[in-house]
Structure formats: C-alpha cells, structure tokens
C-alpha cells in the first residue's frame, strides 16, 4: 500500500505558516547545494549595483525584477526536476535525460533573456556616460 503524503494539519493560518516553512526550506536548500544559484545572486548584486550607477526609470527596475526572479525561479525549478529525476531513476535513461536537458534548456533561456534586457538598459546608459 502507498504511504499518501499527510497535509499539513490545523486552521488557515497554521496551514499557511507551515506552507511559509517548506518554501523556506526549498529555498535554503536551493541556496546552500545548487552553487548556480550563488552565481545567479552574485549576477544579480552586480545588476542592482548597475542599477545605482545608472538610474533606472520604474519600467526598467520592473522589467530587471521580473527576469531576474524567473531566472532564479527557473533554476529552482530545474532543481526540483533534477530531484525528482534522481529519486526515480539513477541509471542513464533516455526520459531522464530529456527531463533533466529540458529544464537547463529553460534555464539557458531565462538566462538569454536576462542578459537582453539587461543589455537594452545598460548599454546605451554606459555608452552616453563614456562615449
């Protein structure tokens, strides 16, 4: 018989509290074993460090909050894929190789687009600061 995975128990804001701690958890996690993701913050400091060197309107600060959370989402994300991947098979599959190649192809992908929009702000800023 299958073990079924137990809810978390108690009223609405207990729920949700404990909901708050497992996202936690998922998040340290991510932070202390994926070390890609160290870099995606390391990438990402120096992007709000731009952003106080060259003031940014709103729309531009919206648009770099925007990629750079769905960059990290992405990786966190890939991170669950690999997880669940690894728990269900560790022998070279070609399924799993999909799973695991699919979800770094989304990565790369957020990656490209941050780096576009991050490129559209900055670049003409540098040029008129330095040319």
Not at 44 to 52: A, D, E, Q, S, T
Not at 68 to 88: H, K, Q, R, Y
């Amino acid at each position: 018989m299958e073990k079924k995975r137990r809810k978390d128990q108690g009223n609405m804001v207990k729920r949700y509290g404990k909901s708050v701690g497992h996202a936690l958890d998922g998040i340290n996690y991510a932070i202390e074993k994926e070390k890609n993701l160290l870099w995606i913050m390391l990438g990402i400091v120096l992007i709000l460090v731009l952003c106080f060197l060259f003031p940014v309107d709103t729309y531009e600060l919206t648009s770099i909050v925007i990629c750079t959370g769905l960059f990290m989402i992405t990786e966190m994300i890939n991170t669950a894929v690999e997880a669940v991947t690894d728990l269900i098979t560790t022998e070279e599959n070609k399924l799993a190789k999909i799973a695991k190649d699919t979800a770094n192809g989304a990565i790369f992908l957020s990656l490209i687009i941050t780096i576009c929009v991050v490129g559209i702000i900055f670049i003409p800023k540098i040029i008129t600061k330095f040319c």
